[in-house]
């Protein structure tokens, strides 16, 4: 989850890295350093504090000559922030730099050998062994690249864990780089090369990308790109990024997370622009589940913000399709004894990076049962996509806030676009092209809510940013975005925020239910606007009942309610304190309004509050550790 950058080329270094550093401090805010190789050897400076802290104090820094270096951004793991436990790291000769990305879990028995062949350790961190290890393998045969490049690979060889690493060392005008279960890319130039953790990083100066492979060693100079994996030379191909730095910058407002939730109605467009041909979807992908759906199931594997997203799309499928989902946490699945039956199961990894490790975990245990395996993940070329048998891109664009919102979304319409897909052969066509109606309007929809709620929003946000409790409350395919809702809360504005079933606060959770703890309940319930699936109709009915019988529950126990309803719904207003008003839609796609309404409700919360909206304490972007 920490951030690295490397370059080689004819430019000064140090700019260079401290701006790419910048652009991808998302990924770990606790301390940064730089390294550059001089002259003089390798330069160094790190200390704790967010990357602008650092730059301010290492201007004297600034007039170093140095055309190579790396830097890192730190996201703790093991040893709390400090100047000390900043990278790069040296070895005890200060020839031999690293920056680290991963846990290293065998680096106790590896600190104890090398403590007794007299190495000295400075940190607290795991990553402090490998410049050591690397120093202590070097054969001394007066072939700097060669030595440092089997050096690498030897000591790569006795790690056990996750590693994304960049290699400096004195006397060297390059970099070595290598990875395994943590991304790592290289930016191609024009006689310069860049290292990264994320593409973001790079985008300032090139949208040429090569992405390692897992296991790949690459060797990276000024004028050439060499890797190999397992002792032998590969070929990786070049990629073209087709976002843009200005998709990756803030664009006048004032925090990523606002931009992104602004951007929410159009990584919807691009999303259904990518498949939708007229009036058939066109997602290009064999399920596994064509044809003869019975005895036939999808397994979805997630973890956060994509886990609700994907508890929303088992019920879009299962209502849509009429094929039953299971869903995982994808940290639970891979310690379980969970059972998979290869020949009738359909593996969805959702991801939004595609470089989640413990999703990327559970994606290679489904692969080990035999089965079908998709990905569903918002980057090109990620991890997620070379392990999985087929790859649905979301169209959401560069997401910098680490509390995601717009690929949130973008998950969703994957969703309804599977389900409706998977539907053709049970809905009658004038239905399926109602829902296909519909889902094309989500765009205007997710607007009209920034358009038209954003003040009754922020007045509401400024009254939730006075408690320090708070509950989220919805039921059926509202369940997960009430969670999420809670999710995006507790995140950015450190209000302990938690998500329920309506049904459920009363099997325990009523106990904790005070004028001091306020509630949001999700009540929306529009039918389908022609009633041609009648038992939706329904149900939907049914549900908005026993919403507001909930509500009368909560209510008389002296609990603050907050409904999100639609716009036209007279009955909720008499039980609640307050309406947070949304457009009417069908009823399976009321997650959209309500999505954006409660990231919106989340980011004001946290603005009154005064809190690091991009950068919340204790978290990083993409959770590429276990």
Known sequence: MCGIVGYVGERDALPIILQSLKRIEYRGYDSAGIACITNNGIEVYKDKGKVDDVIEKINYLKSISSNTGMGHCRWATHGAPSKTNAHPHLDGEGGIAVVHNGIIENFQSLKEELLSLGCTFVSETDTEVIPHLINHCLKNSGDVEWELKEAVKETLSRLIGSYAIIVAAKGFDGLVAARKESPLIIGVGDRENFIASDVPAVLEQTNRVIYLDEGDLAVVKNDSVYIENGGAEVKRAERLIPWTIEDAEKGGYEHFMLKEIHEEPKAITDTLRGYLAGDEITLGIDLGIEG?????????????????????????????????????????????????????????????????????????????????TVAITNVVGSSATRIADETIYTGAGPEIGVAATKSFVAQLVIFYLLGLQKSLAKLPEAAFLEYLEELRRMPQIAQLVLDEANGN??????????????????????????????????????????????????????????????????????????????????????????????VKEIKARGAPVIAIAEEGDEEVEKYVDAVVRVPRTSAIFSPIPNTVALHLLAYWAAKERGCEIDKPRNLAKSVTVE
């Open 292 to 372: 003869d759906t019975k005895g036939k199931s999808i397994l979805m594997l997630a973890c956060g913000t994509s886990y609700y997203a994907a508890l929303c799309g088992k019920h879009i499928i299962e209502n849509l399709a009429k094929v039953p989902v299971q869903l995982e946490f994808a940290s639970e699945f891979n310690y379980s004894d969970f059972v998979l039956d290869g020949a009738n199961v359909t593996v969805m990894a959702i991801t939004q990076s595609g470089e989640t490790a413990d999703t990327l975990m559970a994606l290679k245990k489904a692969k080990r049962y035999g089965c079908k």
């Open 457 to 550: 929003i922020q007045k509401q946000a400024r009254y939730l940013s006075k408690y320090e409790h708070a509950f989220f409350v919805g039921r059926g395919v509202n369940l997960p975005i009430a969670l999420e809702g809670a999710l995006k809360l507790k995140e950015i504005s450190y209000i302990h925020a938690e998500g329920y079933a309506a049904g459920e606060l009363k099997h325990g959770p009523f106990a904790l239910l005070t004028e001091d703890t306020p509630v949001v309940a999700i009540v929306t319930h529009q039918p389908f606007k022609k009633s041609l699936i009648k038992s939706a109709t329904q149900a939907s009915q049914n549900v908005y009942e026993k919403m507001l019988g909930n």
